[in-house]
């Protein structure tokens, strides 16, 4: 990377548009923008749940997604441009089987809450169903790769059951679904 930011402000987005990363400029509100924007907030929210009291090697498991996702938003940001391979999906896969080993079979539908790291983390999954979301509205008018769209929707598969193995972790039952309940 040789050419790093002194200066964060340019002025250059006060008409509406934004620069991509291969030096064309669009819309900020185009589907391209609003999809990595989206990625990016999802990487915000993994850096929240980071902020937790969490096992170490959930810690590196999170950190190396932030990386993929900065990854990911690398590769929406640039038309063209290919950067998650198969092997990051399979990483991901991986992890889920392990997580999911340790957990009870679920019965029920679960709320999001519990611990507030598996709180946070269901966040963070609702926020990558977005992202999945604003990607098929990308893929419908432009490029993108399987990859991108089979990582996030596997991340948020992965960030779900790290909610449930979270609360287990920290003996918060999960908030089992209710049909018909109500507070009169």
């Keep these: 990377m040789g050419h790093r930011l002194s200066k964060i402000y340019t002025r250059t987005g006060d008409d509406g548009t934004t620069g991509l990363g291969d030096g064309s400029r669009t819309d900020k509100d185009s589907l391209r923008v609003t999809a990595f924007g989206d990625i990016d907030e999802l990487n915000s929210f993994i850096g929240l749940l980071l902020t937790h009291d969490i096992a170490d090697d959930t810690r590196q498991m999170l950190a190396g997604v932030q990386h993929d996702l900065f990854d990911l938003g690398g590769e929406v940001c640039i038309p063209g441009r290919e950067a998650l391979t198969a092997d990051y999906v399979t990483r991901?896969?991986?992890?889920?089987?392990?997580?999911?080993?340790?957990?009870?079979p679920l019965k029920e539908f679960i709320l999001p809450g519990g611990c507030p790291a598996a709180a946070t983390c269901h966040l963070a999954r609702t926020v990558c169903r977005r992202a999945e979301r604003r990607l098929v509205s990308l893929m419908r008018a432009e490029a993108v790769t399987d990859n991108a769209l089979r990582y996030l929707n596997r991340l948020s598969d992965l960030l779900f059951v790290l909610a449930r193995h979270l609360n287990q972790q920290t003996n918060h039952p999960d908030v089992l679904w209710q049909p018909g309940r109500h507070n009169d």
Aim: avoid cysteine.
């Design 92 to 104: 991901l896969e991986n992890q889920l089987d392990m997580l999911n080993a340790g957990l009870k």
